[in-house]
């Protein structure tokens, strides 16, 4: 659990708790080297024959007697963790159950503490006349005349005047230019916070008003920051960033998906003169090491990135913006598991900053959390311009005509050919990555599985290859059916985006079809391309999975079709009704931004579903309503708290026995109130050769269920093979 957070210089000599960086699960005891230390401070201690580095965290355990006690063997040239950073990661690791140090593990995966601060050369103009100019050196001395502020090393400054290093070398020698040293991390450039943005409409800009006071109070607030795609919630955030900017503090906006930042940063870029600095983990590590120093020294004020730009290690955080934030990908699903728009929230509070969650379908959380006053709500009811919402109309499935094997029917294909014929973009979206979902053996009816994992093999025609979308693992596409043996007899089942793409290209075989599905692009960056290829028309028809809807702008985008709006109805879990809804509507959202109105069609068996309904209506009020009711019926979140308890193993049966104990033995959670369902196997009863378990505990929002757990779960041994995973507030239920 966390330990009190001092900040008191620790003299010399007096005893202090490290806490390692490294593998180890427990704080250490040290003496205050000569001159002492901080808390905060990164350092360097004896451990056994090694050195480990390690932040000092508080006043030690006592568990070394005072005569054993070593000292820190140096204190290093990094930044501090900031008192409030370490009251937030001891209160994460509390909340989510994990340990401190690996919480804290998050917030220095940055490179190169023990190396200080790493210099490299520098070049500017200099006092002298060059003797004898040439071509080259006339050159190199109008690049540095043209950035007088920018700080060249030998190389970028060669290659931006298209001269060999050789002619720098020489003007220095002569005095025309300076070489110098400088701290390789050097601060981003700094935003242009004068620029004005777009003029704002009157909702927007009764928004921004509301926010930028946020920013000026310096305290704590939540704002849920609600509009439909294009109403310009991005432009209403920026307005809270130049402020808190102004502000002299740091922003940090937090996207679902590395593709989106592209877009993202050209708009910072253009609004404010100067780039964001992006964290994610495509970055090199020289990247990484820069950005958490200037981070923590105020060399970077505006931060865009993925989840994990929450634990750099900021001065002066003035505003977290958790853009989609109904997105789930915000939820850490392996490692530390949290969910970073609650992290968000927590971190805003112990630094007294501002949050905005930005979404047009907001998670049912934070709109109960707006509904009852805890956050702050802004509404932008309208697309901005011209723009209007498409109209959402759903095709009937049992009425339509489809071919086996095909999922276009004639109302969406009849859709997609007035949009060919106007130029104008189609979407068809199906949440299926993939050839087919299944395939099956049409001689014995065997379905081909995964040999590790409770789950079906996933065709991928692209790559020649049977995928698991579990554990990863690939396999040839068999000849013969590995169950009878027949041969040629294996047929793929149900549609996947790649099957979904070969149809359309019979369909419509002129057009120009684009796949936009995650594991088609080897890395992020060329997804970004591709996305931003597509932006500017490179596709007549795109056909994407969940990938294409979170906020990627398509302005020539016009038709959003659904291919199978059921997909997503019969949810093992209580969010399934909800998820649909909000994927659903983003996906609806794509269509028609610019100046042409969109149409979004949802091929469906049960229009008549409550939640079809509330997407055609277009009631989302209505919706959120409806399932706050059942969620208040059912005792679910928010109206309770649950925690998953997934125990694993190789060996079936211990992990179902161990299991059962834990069920047994649950005073401590029945103490507060709890109630505990299970054990079962899991929806996925098997990944990677690990068979699974759950349990899941319900309590009163009130009850310390966290205490209960830790409780409950130190009565137990556990063989070393088997694994416990707490996971507070699942969002996952398989
Ligand atoms: P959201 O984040 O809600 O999807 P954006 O902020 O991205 O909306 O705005 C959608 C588009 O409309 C963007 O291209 C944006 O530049 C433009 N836009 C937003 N507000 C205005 C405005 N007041 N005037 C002109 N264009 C605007
Ligand atoms: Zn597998």
Same mark, same amino acid.
């Given at each position: ?10 003299? +010399? ?23 002492? =230390? ?39 040239? +990094? ?67 043209? #950035? ?15 001269? $060999? %290093? ?24 700094? &935003? ?21 006071? $946020?920013?000026?109070?310096? %305290? ?52 404010? $003169? ?98 009852? $006053? ?51 973009? *189609? ?22 599985? =995964? ?16 995928? =698991? ?10 000849? +013969? ?44 960056? *060329? ?26 702008? #398509? ?168 694994? &416990? ?10």
């Amino acid at each position: 659990m966390a330990e009190p957070v001092f900040e008191d210089r620790v003299p +010399a000599g007096e005893r202090v708790g490290i806490l390692p960086l490294g593998a180890l699960d427990r704080l250490l005891d040290y003496k205050a080297p000569e001159g002492g =230390c901080s808390p905060g401070a990164f350092v360097e201690v004896p451990l056994g024959p090694r050195k480990i580095v390690g932040v000092v965290w508080g006043p030690g355990t006592g568990e070394v007697p005072e005569a054993r006690l070593r000292p820190v063997a140096r204190i290093l040239d +990094a930044p501090p963790l900031r008192a409030p950073m370490r009251e937030f990661l001891g209160r994460a690791a509390d909340y989510t159950l994990t340990p401190l140090p690996a919480m804290v593990r998050l917030a220095t995966r940055a490179p190169g503490l023990t190396e200080g601060q790493v210099t490299h050369n520098v070049y500017r103009l200099g006092p002298r006349e060059a003797g004898r100019m040439t071509d080259a050196r006339t050159r190199v001395l109008a690049v540095l005349r043209d #950035f007088p502020d920018r700080s060249f090393t030998l190389g970028e400054l060669a290659s931006q005047a298209g001269v $060999g %290093t050789a002619v720098i070398k020489g003007l220095v020698t002569q005095g025309a230019v300076v070489e110098e040293e400088a701290p390789r991390d050097r601060p981003y450039p700094v &935003l242009d916070l004068g620029a004005p943005g777009v003029p704002l409409t009157p909702d927007q800009m009764l928004s921004a008003a509301a926010l930028r006071i $946020g920013a000026e109070a310096h %305290t704590y607030n939540t704002t849920l920051l609600k509009g439909v795609t294009g109403s310009g919630k991005t432009e209403v955030y920026l307005e809270a960033v130049a402020e808190t900017l102004r502000q002299g503090r740091q922003a940090l906006v937090l996207l679902p998906e590395i593709a989106l930042t592209g877009a993202f940063l050209a708009r910072v870029e253009h609004r404010f $003169g100067a780039p964001a600095a992006e964290w994610h983990s495509g970055m090199t590590q020289t990247e990484r090491r820069r950005l958490w120093r200037m981070a923590a020294t105020g060399g970077a004020s505006l931060v865009v990135g993925a989840r994990s730009a929450l634990f750099l290690p900021f001065r002066d955080l003035g505003l977290v913006v958790v853009d989609e934030e109904h997105d789930t990908s915000y939820k850490q699903e392996d490692g530390v598991l949290y969910n970073a728009r609650d992290m968000a929230v927590l971190r805003a509070s112990i630094e007294k900053s501002q949050v905005i969650l930005a979404s047009a379908t907001p998670c049912l959380e934070s709109w109960y959390n707006a509904q009852t $006053g805890k956050y702050a709500r802004l509404t932008l009811p309208a697309r901005v311009g011209l723009a209007v919402l498409p109209t959402v109309k759903a095709v009937d499935m049992r009425l339509e005509e489809v071919t086996r094997g095909n999922w276009v029917g004639p109302t969406l294909t009849e859709a997609v050919a007035q949009r060919l014929e106007r130029e104008e973009q *189609s979407l068809l979206f199906l949440n299926r990555r993939g050839y087919a979902p299944v395939t099956l053996c049409r001689s014995c009816g065997h379905q081909l599985g =995964c040999p590790h994992c409770d789950a079906r093999l996933v065709e991928h025609r692209f790559m020649r290859r049977l995928m =698991c979308h579990q554990c990863g693992e690939t396999f040839p596409m068999p000849v +013969a059916c590995p169950d009878c043996g027949a041969e040629g007899k294996l047929a793929p089942v149900g549609p996947g985006v790649e099957r979904l793409a070969e149809e359309v290209a019979a369909l419509f075989p002129t057009a120009r079809t684009a796949v936009l599905s995650s594991d088609l692009y080897g890395s992020a960056k *060329s997804l970004k391309e591709a996305i931003e290829q597509i932006a500017d028309g490179a596709a007549d028809i795109i056909i994407g999975t969940q990938l294409v809807a979170k906020g990627h702008n #398509f302005p020539k985008l016009t038709l959003a079709g659904v291919i199978d709006a059921d997909l997503g109805l019969y949810g093992s879990d209580l969010r399934a009704a909800e998820r649909t809804f909000a994927l659903m509507r983003q996906v609806s959202g794509r269509a028609g931004r610019a100046d042409r109105p969109g149409e979004a069609l949802l091929q469906t068996y049960q229009p008549h579903h409550p939640v079809i309904q509330a997407i055609l209506k277009g009631d989302d009020e209505g919706f959120w309503r409806a399932e706050l009711d059942g969620r208040r019926m059912a005792g679910m979140p928010p109206f309770s708290r649950l925690a998953g308890i997934i125990l694993s193993s190789e060996d079936a049966q211990e992990v179902m026995d161990k299991a059962v104990e834990m069920a047994r033995h649950k005073d401590p959670l029945t103490k507060i109130g709890a109630e505990v369902w299970g054990p079962a196997p899991a929806p996925i009863a098997r990944v990677r050769g690990r068979h699974r378990v759950r349990l899941l505990v319900k309590a009163d929002r009130t009850a310390p269920l966290q205490d209960a757990l830790a409780r409950w779960a130190a009565q137990f041994r556990f063989p070393s093979d088997l694994r &416990l995973t707490m996971d507070i507030d699942p969002q996952s239920f398989m």
